[in-house]
């Protein structure tokens, strides 16, 4: 009867201990005398679960949709374009190049927010005003203006021509700067590149490459042409070039660029 017993109290235990990682358990066992015996085991195993803060997982999730909206936009403009150039020459175009990245964030972002600030819609800034670029060429970089105002991004990255520097360090400098780049990024640069001389905005759709060493970006306006006295932009998708392209166009003195990137705590609007 004993060993009965005593068998019955093992394969309790050992049932206890494989389900511990509940936390507490408390058996009680009467032997054959009638005496009461309590056992209590614990898991050391147990954690508390973290609270969802709107940050983690499911602001990850809201985040990448936010982008998968503005680029999906982007290929939609690109598609009914057809090849053809569109106007972008006065200021309700949404052809002009900061113009089209500026339309492709508004159509997504109402039904987005930060954790952070939940109740605050967001925007996006406009370019320093050019009397307030002092240093540098206008078109480099936008306004400064805080997340508690509404802004989701954040400066990843700058690239400003070091003029203490030789041609060939900053050119270096340049490089590394563009290898930063993320699919979502917004680019904001000053540049004189084959198509033009100025400012010009566009996204990045995917990751830097390191194996062709290249970026793959969204405009519009970067190629135009001009027909009776007005620009017309084409819109591009998906387009393709190697970083040195654009580390020609922008490493230069007094010209550089800016690498935009949405912060994590993107949530979805309530």
Known sequence: MLKRFYAIVCM?????FATAAMGEVVITLVDPDGEETHMEI???DTEELPEEDGTGEAGS???EAFIDGIIAL???????ANGRAQRAQYSGDIYVCKNFTVYLFRENAPAFRMAEYPDVELVIPDNLPKDQCVDYVYGMEWKDVPAEK???FYAAAQFRYDPDKSKEENWQDAREFLKQVKRGDYFQMAANYYYGIGAHSMIFTEDYDPETDSVTW???NMKGEKRNGE???YVQFDAVKEIDWFVDAFCRKKYGATIYRLRDDIIRAQ
Request: aromatic share 12%; hydrophobic share 35%; net charge negative.
């Open 12 to 16: 309790l235990m050992l049932i206890c």
């Open 42 to 44: 614990f898991s050391e």
């Open 218 to 220: 969204c405009d519009s």
């Open 61 to 63: 999730e809201a985040r």
């Open 74 to 80: 982007a290929e939609e403009k690109y598609i009914a």
């Open 231 to 233: 620009r017309y932009g």
């Open 150 to 152: 509404g802004n989701p």
